[in-house]
């Protein structure tokens, strides 16, 4: 009798602890989409041949979608073209309780999906964190310094290369300059950044546009999470 009492309690057990690790494997993984691509068109992204966001324009971020953990194939498309006629067409594995952001990134010619993993844990108190992403196709790699300084934030950014930083809340400029160069290609506004939020700069663009129609350099900035 004893025995089956003690049976019956670690199946009990099993049955208690069971449920909580299915739901924590269950988890969905957040995913924004990023249209990064300078001389591309509008697009319409598919996931899994389902059309999801529409008529994204350059320089546009979405919301955060909710979807089930696992691989899905992602197809941006010229607006109103329909998948068949895709420019990315990708399979990325979006694992459970993460975030993350696909960026369409790259000359139209050459466009091509960039997965970046986002970080939502909350900074450090009284800190703010900051990704910057280098998605400028003709630009070389790049210094980030504090403006009129020549103290370097991130040094030798690659294109297509992305790197978060926290720094003390407070509002900054920067300077970009060519790796290991003085010369500032480009000076950004200031910018606030709150305690506890998150943010992305991405340099976007093209230093040099071929016509008015082609967005030229500039660096977008998004509030990517708030905390009260």
Known sequence: MR????????VLALVTILPLTTVAQEAP?????????????????FVDGT??????????????LSVPGGVYRIQVAPAGAGPGAAVIDATVQLDGGKAYTVAAVNRVARIEPL?????????????ARVRILHAAP???AVDIKLADTDAVVLA???????AYLDVPAGSYTFDITPAGSSTVVFTTPPMRFEAGWTYTLVASG???PPSEDVAGFWVQSRIDQITR
């Open 51 to 64: 059309l999801i966001l529409q008529n994204v324009p350059f320089f546009a971020l979405s919301g955060a």
């Open 138 to 140: 003709d630009a070389p």
């Open 3 to 10: 025995r089956l009492m003690l049976l019956l309690g670690m």
């Open 115 to 127: 997965l970046l993993e986002d970080i939502t844990e909350v900074p450090p108190a009284g800190q």
């Open 206 to 208: 093209l230093l040099r």
């Open 29 to 45: 993984a957040q995913v924004r989409v990023m249209h990064a691509s300078p001389d591309a068109p509008a697009v319409d992204v």
């Open 156 to 162: 030798n950014v690659p294109f297509k290369a992305a």
